[in-house]
C-alpha cells in the first residue's frame, strides 16, 4: 500500500518518539466522513500516567495509533479505565486519580 504523502509528518513523529518504521504499520480506517489513513502500533507500548511532577501515578500496555488529523492525545475507555482515571469534568479537563485521596481534583496538563 502506498504511504499518502502527508503520512511522512505521522513516520517523522513515530521517530522522534524513539520508535522506528518497522514498529508500526499502515492501516486504513473508515470514519462516518470516509476513509482515512493511520498508523498503529505493531506490538502494545508501555503508557504511564503521571502526576504534576512527573511521577507515575499508574501504567498499562495500550497500542499506539498516530493520525496527522488528531489535534491532541486521545485515549480509549479501556485505557482510561486501567490508568485509574475517574473524570470530574471533560470540559474543564478536570478529573481524579482512583487512589486520590477524597477531595483531590486534578487538572489535565496542557499540550506543549
Known amino acids: 500500500m502506498a504511504v499518502p504523502r502527508a503520512k511522512n ?3 517523522r513523529l513515530i521517530q522522534r518518539l524513539g520508535f522506528s518504521n518497522n514498529d508500526f504499520e499502515l492501516i486504513e480506517v473508515e470514519l462516518a466522513s470516509g476513509a482515512t489513513h493511520s498508523l498503529i502500533s505493531k506490538e502494545r507500548v508501555r503508557v504511564e500516567l503521571l502526576d504534576e511532577g512527573d511521577r507515575p501515578l ?7 495509533a498516530v493520525d496527522e488529523n488528531l489535534t491532541e492525545p486521545l485515549i480509549t ?3 482510561i479505565d486501567e490508568l485509574g482515571i475517574q473524570v470530574v469534568s471533560f470540559r474543564r479537563g478536570l478529573w481524579r486519580h482512583i487512589n486520590d485521596p ?3 481534583v486534578r487538572k489535565s496538563a496542557l499540550r506543549g
Open 9 to 11: 509528518r505521522c513516520w
Open 58 to 64: 499508574s501504567w498499562t500496555y495500550a497500542y499506539l
Open 77 to 79: 475507555d479501556a485505557t
Open 102 to 104: 477524597p477531595g483531590v
